[in-house]
Nanobody, 127 residues
Framework: EVQLQAFGGGLVQAGGSLKLFCAAS????????IGWFRQVPGKHREAIAC????????YYADYVKGRFTIASDNAKNTVVLQMNSLKPDDTANYYC????????????????????WGQGTEVTVSS
């Protein structure tokens, strides 16, 4: 059974940094994608960054490009989201998700394309 756990959230002032971790276990497929999603109450959950362990392909939402970096450590089964220059609008619950990669050259970036989800971690950015 695939298990995902997100941790590293907390409270930070605008302009500061946080590092989120997604620890994964139980994968039986060789190739998979890991995505970070965030959700504010009353709004849709949206992908902010995704990565393929197969070829390192990444996706970033426009509003985090240049500020957030996603990286994977396959040996440790961990995906890290480094968040810099945080803004109050980044305040949300952050979730990591995973899915096997069924199609070559395609990294899923929509929530419904991800099969496994962690519980999430809360990030609060103060003004």
């Amino acid at each position: 059974e695939v298990q995902l756990q997100a941790f590293g959230g907390g409270l930070v002032q605008a302009g500061g940094s946080l590092k989120l971790f997604c620890a994964a276990s139980g994968f039986t497929s060789d190739d998979y994608g890991i995505g970070w999603f965030r959700q504010v109450p009353g709004k849709h959950r949206e992908a902010i960054a995704c990565i393929s362990n197969s070829d390192g392909e990444t996706y970033y939402a426009d509003y985090v490009k240049g500020r957030f970096t996603i990286a994977s450590d396959n040996a440790k089964n961990t995906v890290v989201l480094q968040m810099n220059s945080l803004k109050p609008d980044d305040t949300a619950n952050y979730y990591c998700a995973a899915t096997p990669l069924y199609y070559s050259g395609y990294l899923p970036v929509k929530g419904y394309e991800y099969e496994y989800w962690g519980q999430g971690t809360e990030v609060t950015v103060s003004s």
